[in-house]
């Protein structure tokens, strides 16, 4: 059976479910969201023009790269799920990592950077718009749109030079870990690669800015990122390499300290972005089955939390807790010995308020869209 992916080259998303096909030998086309397919056949049922979707043999569509993974493991015995509790929720925390947890540095050195990365951007958005002879206009409303969509993300000249800081030290602790193993996990890829790679593959490890300070100063994240779009385990320098996941439930200690890093901003903004949310549900007549769309709708929802002193306002993006219900709801059928050892995991990160902030409503994706319940 043969899958139609529809993707592009540059998109955070697309990467997460090609890398998922890629490495699970799983046959499939690609296409772009320019080809005239997409508009006629595909988004009628995607419901919203983003990509990545997929296409199944018998005409079924699914948006949304995490609905594509989860459409592919429910059927597979779910080859990437890692079966110990604490390597499942830190496999599921990654993939919010890749999702939510890494949007302002991917942002950040996309579109700051023109000087190195404005040819190459304009050659991608540009090949992303169907032909039509207001293309050129087209493309430069996309790219004016995902410099915006940056400053909501908290992006702006006040905080440069703090996601600057905290990418480097993220990068920097996740190569000391791949220095030590292939994955994340071990020796092969779990659910949370395939998040983390989104961000780190299509902006941060292949436009040209980044691209050149992750090959220059940290060479196996690099290599992860090559490795991750390979079909085979391609860890050859990796001499007693295993082929399955750590033992015993180990997290690595390396690991450990890219999640340490991580936390610093990660648990402040899924903070506030509860409460905000919250509020915003406290004051709306939201009917079960409505969209959760990614800022609220319209109504200019934002949180404020701040990181190493310095104050922060992002949009709040309901997604978030989406991802986040996966990690809570597995960690609520684990037995009280299984928790406990969660809980002393990500206490000992910093992570330890993810297990229990969460909104007053329910998300669930039906029908191609995140509805509320």
Known sequence: MTYSLYAIPHSLYSGRARSYLIKNGISFQEFSSGHESFKAEILPEAKLAT???LRTEDGQVIRDGAAIIEYFESRNGRPCQPKTPQQRVVSGLFDLIGAEGLLRPAMHY???????NLAFLHYHFYNAQREHPDREAKTQYMMDKMRYAAMIFGVNDDSIDLVETLYMEFLLALDKH?????????????IGD????APLYAHLGRDPKPLRIMQQQALHVYRWVERMNRVHQDASEYYQAGSDYLAD??????LLAVLRVIAEDLVPET???ANSINDWLAENSVPS?????RYLGKNDSKCRFVVRGQSLETGAQPYR?????????FYQTCADQDRAAIESLLQSCGLEALLTTRLDRRIEQRDNLEVWV
Request: aromatic share 18%.
């Open 51 to 53: 990509v990545p979707c």
């Open 110 to 116: 996309r579109w700051n950077f023109p000087e190195e």
């Open 178 to 190: 791949f220095q030590q193993y292939p994955y994340l996990l071990g020796w092969k890829p779990c």
């Open 194 to 197: 395939f998040g983390l790679l």
């Open 249 to 254: 439930d180990q997290v690595p200690e390396t």
């Open 271 to 273: 903070l506030a972005a």
């Open 289 to 293: 089955g409505e969209r959760a769309s």
């Open 321 to 329: 807790f989406f991802q986040l219900q996966q990690v809570q709801d």
